[in-house]
């Protein structure tokens, strides 16, 4: 004969309440999700706004069908041209003495799409000898004095290119160039 006033076993009652409560949840469950599905299947159920970075959705891999290979390649190199960024300068500038004007030739050609400044270091010693102010696309520099005055003799230098944008005045990157500096008395 059992004995069912053991006090370690449970009454027959609260399983069935455990065992309808865990279906219930269960079933709860099962309809929030199917409630979610629905709605996001649903035209204009999930209605995010753009931000100015997000991907547009739309938008597919590659050009657009129909270009031919002479359009495909103008438009490569277009962007090409927008990023680049030429310098020139006198590759062995003279100087009459150190304090005269010298043949620096600095160009900021027209099809370059920034402004530039020109900062001038001695390799030796990395002191900034010559420093330009902002110089436009399709403007130049023939002669111009060094801002230190230097020696007699031949002095190897570093020209450094700073590309600005023309609306934020920002950095854009940089181009450097080895000259040697002739300083002749």
Do not use: W
Request: hydrophobic share 40%; proline share 6%; glycine share 8%.
């Amino acid at each position: 004969m059992q004995n069912n006033n053991n006090p370690g076993s449970k009454p027959a009652g609260r399983k069935t309440d455990r065992t309808l409560y865990a279906v219930l949840a269960c079933m709860l469950v099962i309809i929030v999700v199917l409630i979610i599905l629905l709605l996001r299947s649903c035209p204009g159920g999930d209605r995010h706004i753009m931000t100015d970075y997000d991907i547009d959705p739309n938008a597919s891999i590659g050009q657009l069908e129909g270009k031919t290979p002479e359009e495909i390649q103008a438009e490569l190199n277009r962007i090409v041209e927008e990023g680049m960024f030429n310098i020139s300068i006198n590759a062995t500038p003279v100087f009459n003495n150190g304090t005269a004007a010298g043949s620096l030739k600095i160009e900021n050609i027209p099809a370059n799409h920034y402004n530039m400044k020109v900062k001038i270091t001695l390799d030796s010693t990395g002191e900034v000898i010559y420093q330009s102010g902002i110089i436009e696309p399709n403007h130049h520099i023939e002669n111009a004095p060094l801002d230190v005055p230097l020696p007699k003799g031949t002095h190897a230098a570093t020209a450094t290119f700073t590309a600005i944008d023309p609306e934020t005045n920002a950095a854009m990157g940089y181009a450097a160039a080895r000259i040697t500096i002739l300083v002749e008395n």
